[in-house]
């Protein structure tokens, strides 16, 4: 071979090892990204249901409590509103693609359902001098795509 026909090798041989290590990178990224997502859902899970955090808004919440929602509405004590940031955090987090719509619905689409239903919650929601702006927009999403589809909210 000549000096040409070897450096013509070479650069082919140089452009198979770097397109293989670089689709060998591109899928381990994204089993990784896969693994941190999962991860971070697990998390999401552990701290609204294992963690007695959001415990007793949520049970006021599906009338497990005794206590009536309205309750925590008049008296907008910490908890209720640490409950409401959570969701206002989630909303937050689905608008800017870090969270699906399908990873909310499917993680706490029940709890959504429940705050989109009780009217006192969804005016104090909607007040913007609360704050939770992005809880209200997703929200109200999620009634468009119920009546789109018949399905809750």
Known sequence: MTMNEW?????IA???V???AALVAAFGYRKNA???RAEFLCQLHKAFFE???YKDVRRALDGTSGIAI???VAGESDEFTDFLN???LVAYLRRQNNLSFEDVQSLLGYYLDLLNQDATLRQYIRDPRHGFEELNALLDI???KAAETGGHS
């Open 7 to 11: 450096t013509v090798v070479k650069d």
């Open 14 to 16: 140089t452009f198979l």
């Open 18 to 20: 770097a397109s293989t």
């Open 34 to 36: 896969k693994t941190r």
């Open 51 to 53: 963690e007695k955090t």
């Open 70 to 72: 309205a309750a925590f």
């Open 86 to 88: 959570f969701f206002e």
């Open 142 to 144: 999620m009634i468009r």
